[in-house]
């Protein structure tokens, strides 16, 4: 089959690979199409949990062409989204509901072969069946939407919380809409591609500004003591330094973009004593595929204007560095699979 590798730290390649082989209890999906994500950056710079080579990509869905022989509950033919995230379940972390953090984590497109491939073997129990009304497009979506469900548990939004974005890109849009759901009264966004400030305003954010000598006063406008929840969905350790000057006291700081492991940034540990911050992290997502499939299926997430550009396998480097650069929004990979 042919598959996207990267042999090496910055390297890639796509080249002929065998056929994954189907253990008793996994399935072999047919990729129908893979988002490329930051992460991907990331494990592509070497700046994440990789080795090399590895075939990456954890944002699939696609039809299972064979079964394992202990499977139960699936069939070829079957459409199914798959949740990378493979958890031992029965570690502390697993037993205490922190699967995320399981201490034999495995991670399709991340430790094992991923779905920038015309095949994928992955566990059946990673499987989800999805509803017949979901495109490939929006089965694409359901992982990076879980991670935005996982961040919205880790949070505590008030009816009345005015809520700071910092990057509108897919995972910021995705975060704008989320937040409009569960309760958040005003969104203000700050973005630098004035494309993406106007479709952050098209899906719901109250304020969107860019990055510059007026930010602050635009921001200080609308919430002069400062927004009750900041969240970085940059990874950029510049913006979230500055991040913090405008989290009230009392505020929740949710740090959901991916920064390189080395990364650092400075803050005063006195700030964090005087104003009763609470500082958050969000790891990935954690059994949360269900209420991403749902919200999809009822149309209360529109993934649509999200994706800027499908390209073939053959086209991956291209559209990957495009990626990369900050020059497009979503991009899906179809992999031209036949069963």
């Known amino acids: 089959m042919q598959a996207v590798v990267f042999p090496a730290p910055e390297s890639i390649s796509v080249e002929r690979v065998p056929d994954p082989t189907c253990a008793p209890d996994e399935v072999v999906v047919q990729v129908a199409r893979c988002g490329i994500c930051g992460t991907d950056v990331h494990i592509y710079r070497n700046e994440y949990m990789s080795d090399f080579p590895i075939i990456p990509g954890h944002e699939f869905g696609g039809v299972i062409v064979e079964v394992g022989r202990d499977v139960t509950g699936y069939a070829i033919g079957d459409r199914v989204a798959v949740d990378p995230n493979l958890y031992c379940g029965h570690c502390d972390m697993c037993r205490n509901e922190m699967g995320n953090h399981c201490l034999n984590w495995q991670g399709v497109g991340i430790t094992r072969p991923g779905g920038f491939a015309e095949f994928t073997a992955v566990p059946a129990r990673a499987c989800y ?32 919380d005015p809520v700071l974005i910092l990057g509108a890109g897919p995972m910021g849009l995705l975060l704008v809409q989320a937040l409009r759901h569960v309760g958040a009264s005003y969104v203000a966004v700050v973005e630098k591609q004035p494309a993406r400030l106007d479709l952050a305003r098209a899906m719901g954010a109250s304020l969107a500004v860019a990055p510059g000598p007026e930010q602050a006063e635009q921001l200080r406008a609308i919430a002069p003591r400062g927004f009750g929840v900041v969240i970085d969905a940059t990874g950029v350790p510049a913006v979230i330094e500055g991040a913090f ?20 940034v400075t803050l005063r540990p006195y700030d964090i004593f005087r104003n009763d911050w609470t500082i958050i992290g969000s790891f990935a997502l954690c059994y949360t595929f269900l209420p991403a499939i749902d919200w999809l299926a009822s149309g209360a997430i529109d993934v649509g204007p999200l994706v800027s550009h499908v390209a073939p396998m053959q086209n991956f480097a291209e559209v990957f560095a495009s990626f990369a650069a900050g020059a497009t929004l979503k991009v899906h990979v179809q992999t031209g699979a036949t069963a």
């Open 245 to 264: 000057q405008y989290l009230r006291p009392r505020g929740q700081y949710l740090q959901f973009g991916v920064t390189p492991q080395t990364a650092t």
């Open 129 to 160: 069946h999805l509803p017949d009304s979901l495109s490939d497009a929006q089965a694409a979506f359901i992982e990076p939407l879980a991670c935005v469900v996982h961040a919205m548990k880790r949070i505590r939004v008030l009816p009345a």
